[in-house]
């Protein structure tokens, strides 16, 4: 049976048509852009086009606004460091609490070693920001805010634009990281207020280790990696050529089907989600559906634990992932669904699904034959399911 | 994805003895919801003999923890009450062909499930010694407020130490900026408190990066002594063994010396050191301590590699 892979967000199938036009710069064209020759110079002009793809992806102003990354992590690191030495006097990072860990450990980490205040604002239970607690907490000190574009969990869509005017009232940067969002919404960042922009190759079917950080021309900037003048000086380090011409042609079919995107994926993803509702009880949707990435649905099922849902569907050849803290390796569920104060009893058997423009419905129709039982399985096993059923509450445990 | 052996798969797929004991003589409740696991354990004991002639479970968790659990009930099945009691959660691991560490909790919640029910048939109220505290070390399961007790009570001042009294940080070591930060915070209270010498407290900034010995720093040191025969060596080697069995034997595992062939010297692991997934290392501690105390160059191999 072919495998269903249904884990999107965490990472996408690299385009066939991607690595083929990678290929010739690993052995062909293998020059140094920085070189005085005709190697260096053919390597000069395949990265100029390749930022020029994404800057269309992004529909920025200038080419010269992107800056390569080694990825979304990078990109996160660079954007806030750099706000915080531009940003003279200014002291506060404002954030959310259901940010990826690239921008939250980094937050935590500052506030712990370098007397900088941090600001994390909450979300509401469908994952929506904190509105009136967002704008008590800028101000005079605030250097910089980061807020996602997209959840990475339940693809909840932030209000970034209205979010980037308010910080601009109050004099800070703005920063978003758009590593999921990316690809899947149309961008025009020649008409917005946002100053920098994180992205990743591999999310949008492009190679892994490549990302790159939007700066809008006359936001100051300091690098977070100095050496050479790659870059205009803003991150040092010789291309990764292969991964930049390969991330280029990512973003230009990113372009392309977009439409697809927008439609035929958010289509399987409704019928995926509808269908799951149907058949299986005790399940809900997380997140803000109203405003939401199209191939994103986080389902919590209650009453199991979602490393052992995952176990299952992967016996039957469906990849997806979960919040939950058995898959990480921490004790806590998702800090996602934690902050969205999902309660324990569904928080742990969370899984998210995301599609992408290569899921087909005959994958949605497996996912949608193979859930109900492996739901049901588990729930056999579960002494808070059979409880439910016999005698409600009776299991109860000395420490809880 | 996470490494199971293929008992646990097999034992999570196919799960053994799972769902409800009726008339059970003893239910044992563990874990909670909000953990992220729970286990219901049932017996049913034969009053005049003491046997377990039935278990069954009913889990809330990952698929170690359903592996866990139904390997208990494999486990105990048939045993006396007093042969189960004896069971500990890594014979529940070694059942399994090992568990990865981050999920040892796993096998322990599976030791706890079944004192809880034993306790409920004999009609004790079974009590949990899971203190307050955040949990620091995930690997063993050890939390702040056992670190802290063991720190202040044995007058520790560096993480080697905390690791070798407590196991925390001994595994993925992903803890170990959480252990400097209770470990300084402790020594800074017993100094103020006047039961810790200022100049022994930890401290980040002046602690040294442990650094892993190379080859040559194990070659004889020069004594200006005369070698040592056979005979002396082999007695240092015993004597030395001697001094560390204590140490192996609080984490109910032992160590004998086999046999001594050059600069090759046999040991034999026993008790809780068979399976664990940290022999490697205490393999290599031993072989540390040897060629400290003998001062030459010698191999320490546990004799199940030699056939």
Known sequence: ???????????TRTDPQVVETMLPFFTEQFGNASSMHAFGADVGSALAKSRKQIQALLGSEFDHEIVFTSGGTEADNAAILSALQTQIGRKEIITSAVEHPAVLSLVAHLEKTQNITVHIIGVDAMGRLDMEAYRKALGPK??????????????????????????????????????????KVPMNLAESEIDMLSLSGHKLHGPKGIGALYVRKGVRFRPLVRGGHQERGRRA?????????????AAELALEHMQDEQTRVAAMRDRLEEGLLASIPNCFVTGDATSRLPNTCNIAFEYIEGEAILLLMNKEGIAASSGSACTSGSLEPSHVLRAMDIPYT??????????????????????????????????????????????????????? | MWDYSDKVKEYFYNPKNSGVLEDASGVGDVGAISCGDA?????????????????????????????SSSALTEIIIGKT???????????????????????????????????AAVANYRGEVWEDDHEEGALLCKCFGIDEGMIERTVRQNGLTSIEEITNFTKAGGGCSTCAEGLEEVLERVNAE?????????????????????????????????????????????????????????TLQRDGGDCELVDVDGNRVMVKLTGACVGCQLSGATIEGVQAKLVEAVGVPLLVIPVAMVH
């Open chain 2, 81 to 115: 009450i007093d042969e189960a009691m004896s069971l500990t959660n890594q014979d529940i691991a070694d059942f399994l062909g090992g568990l990865p560490p981050e999920k040892m909790h796993c096998s322990v919640m599976g030791y706890e499930a079944l004192h």
């Open chain 1, 1 to 11: 049976m072919k495998p269903v892979y249904l884990d999107n967000n965490a990472t």
């Open chain 1, 346 to 400: 569904a928080a742990h058997g969370a899984i998210r699904f995301s599609l992408s423009r290569e899921t087909t419905d005959e994958d949605v129709d497996r996912v949608l034959e193979v859930m109900p039982s492996v739901i049901a399985k588990l729930r056999e096993m579960s002494p808070f399911w059979r409880e439910r059923e016999v005698r409600e509450g009776a299991f109860n445990p000395t420490y809880a």
């Open chain 1, 142 to 183: 605030t250097a910089i805010v980061s807020i996602m574009w997209a959840n990475n969990e339940t693809g909840t869509i932030f209000p970034v634009e209205e979010l980037a005017q308010m910080a601009h009232e109050a004099g800070a940067l703005f920063h978003t990281d758009a590593v999921q969002a990316v690809g």
């Open chain 1, 237 to 249: 380090g010789t291309e990764n050529v292969p991964a930049i011409i390969g991330l280029g042609r």
């Open chain 2, 190 to 246: 017993m100094v103020s408190e006047g039961v810790l010498a200022a100049e022994t407290a930890f401290d980040r900034t002046r602690a040294v990066q442990p650094v892993r010995r190379k080859k040559k720093d194990l070659e004889p040191v020069a004594t200006g002594k005369a070698p040592l025969t056979t005979l002396q060596k082999i007695r240092l080697i015993e004597e030395t063994i001697e001094t560390i069995r204590p």
């Open chain 2, 39 to 67: 286990l219901r354990l049932m017996i049913k004991v034969d009053e005049p003999t003491q046997v377990i002639t039935e278990a069954k479970f009913q889990t809330f968790g990952c698929g170690s923890a359903i592996a």
